[in-house]
């Protein structure tokens, strides 16, 4: 897909969330002074858009540094937000470095379940192939059959080798195989699919840091990179998620999907701030191109509508 494309798709994504931003903002800013009334209704509207209070209270603060007492309009106050934004996000947008003389970059893929952890990693693995990288799939998830069968079409899909095991097998003896098996085909990424049943967060702790484990055995620097795939739908439940999980393993990098049905879009701006975590990718749909490299400027443009 185009990058024009792409950016369309983003900003039509994030439409629901522009609306409640831009409705509320037209409503506050009708040629108005800048006065602390004004700005105690833009930060509440803010919160109301998930970018969640720390954010809120840095635009707010700039807001008043810069604007306070002078009359502005909302298309003023909308593009000065875009600005606050993507200098929020700037930080945080780095795409996912693949080494290349690793032979395997293992990339270990957390989430919840239901976040688009297997199809995320179908995506990456064309896009990788795209850059004439070669890719290995291990279908780690083994208590979930759906999850299997949806990685070994995407593997089909991409020419991707899947390694898989009978159901409900011990995930970390899988990664130890797939791992062997990606060195002895050369491959350039191995990107290994995990459980995300967070009900029992004990047994899944367990079972993470088993992973790790054994995947050291082999690589002691393995995985070299820790993506956390995140639901945009779930708005500040996201933020619950980055905290449990980089308390049970060592989060590299984030890859939120489902901008394109979420009303919610401000969660990547809070995460920024909150976290600091790299952002690697957004998803704004199902097809394998809907999965880009987060690009700071036209998330914050598609985010507040300018």
Known sequence: MALGAF????????SRSTEKLTAGIAAVFTKRKLDDAALEELE??????DLGTAVASRIIASFRRTRFGKEVGDD????????????????????????????PHVVLVVGVNGTGKT???????????EQGLSSMLVAGDTFRAAAVEQL?????RTGAPVVTAPANSDAAGLAFDGLAKAK??????????TAGRLHNKAALMEELRKIIRV????????PHSVLLVLDATTGQNAVQQVAVFKEMVDVTGLVVTKLDGSARGGIV???AEEFGLPVHAVGVGEQAGDLRAFDPEDFARGLVGT
Request: proline share 3%; net charge positive; glycine share 6%.
């Open 184 to 193: 002895a085909a050369g491959s350039d990424i191995l990107l290994v699919d």
């Open 269 to 271: 701006v809070a995460l």
């Open 119 to 129: 199809t995320t990693i179908g995506k990456l693995a064309q896009s990788y192939g």
């Open 44 to 49: 509440n509207l803010l919160i109301s858009a």
């Open 7 to 14: 950016f369309s798709r983003l900003k039509q994504g994030l």
């Open 215 to 222: 995947l050291k055995k082999q690589d002691a620097s393995a």
């Open 76 to 103: 003023e106050v909308r593009q000065a937000l875009a600005e606050e934004i993507a200098a929020i996000l700037r930080p945080v947008a780095r795409p996912l470095a693949i080494d290349r003389a690793l032979k």
């Open 152 to 156: 070994q079409v995407w593997g089909q």
